[in-house]
């Protein structure tokens, strides 16, 4: 597509449920980067994809977060037992395989209640 | 990791006005970029500059990579240029973000 893609944009969610996000990068972008951003603070680092494997997940803040990226192109952030502090927006962005500019999508909006 | 600090954090403009907003970080950087937040939180790539000065429009931005600053320069500033500016580095895969300097521009 022309852009970065993300749904839903807004999800509310009650405490302990399951959620998942999902990305749809530019077409051809093989980098696929997911980030976190709470209020008044810049996005923070979840994961990043290099085709279809996590070359780099240590931004994950525990492990009921999880991200797939099973055929190098959309990619889904799935958030297990959700608790209120999880409640941020969601970034995802994607870059060529020069990682030279990052596009961002529009962002998921999650609250959980 | 490496540090990312934006100066200032706030700042409020009456329109026309010029402005230059700057970004330091703490270790050497393979790239650097300028995103501008719009209010409903869309980042927008403003330029990729790890080295050098670029212009696009009424914007300029200069990095100064040997000496780990970077800056933003607005001129003739208009309402439509509030929200919130980023400067994010990376070297790899993993960028970070300053925490960012919220403009506003007043009519």
């Known amino acids: 597509g022309a852009g970065v893609s993300q749904t839903p944009s807004n999800k509310v969610t009650e405490k302990g449920k399951y959620v998942e996000l999902r990305c749809d990068p530019i077409?051809?972008?093989?980098?696929l980067y997911w980030y976190r951003q709470s209020l008044g603070q810049g996005p923070e680092f979840l994961i990043y994809?290099?085709?279809?494997?996590?070359?780099?997940d240590s931004g994950l803040p525990n492990d009921r977060f999880f991200a797939v990226r099973p055929e190098g192109s959309v990619s889904t952030l799935k958030i297990q037992r959700t608790e209120r502090g999880d409640s941020a927006m969601y970034l995802c962005?994607?870059?060529?395989?020069?990682?030279?500019?990052?596009?961002f999508g529009e962002g998921s909006w999650l609250t959980v209640v | 990791g490496i540090q990312v600090e934006q100066s200032p954090p706030d700042l409020i403009l009456q329109e026309g006005a010029n402005s230059t907003l700057r970004c330091n970080f703490s270790d050497s950087v393979n790239n650097l970029q300028w995103f501008h937040q719009n209010p409903w939180g869309q980042l927008i790539n403003l330029f990729y500059i790890p080295s050098g000065t670029k212009q696009n429009g009424r914007l300029s931005a200069t990095t100064v990579a040997t000496e780990r600053y970077s800056l933003l320069y607005i001129s003739s500033s208009q309402t439509t240029d509030s929200g919130v500016y980023f400067c994010?580095?990376?070297?790899?895969?993993?960028?970070?973000f300053g925490a960012g300097t919220r403009l506003t521009v007043k009519p």
């Open positions: 994809f290099q085709g279809t494997g996590a070359a780099d």
């Open positions: 077409s051809g972008h093989t980098a």
């Open positions: 962005a994607s870059s060529d395989s020069s990682g030279n500019t990052i596009y």
């Open positions: 994010a580095v990376h070297n790899n895969n993993d960028m970070r």
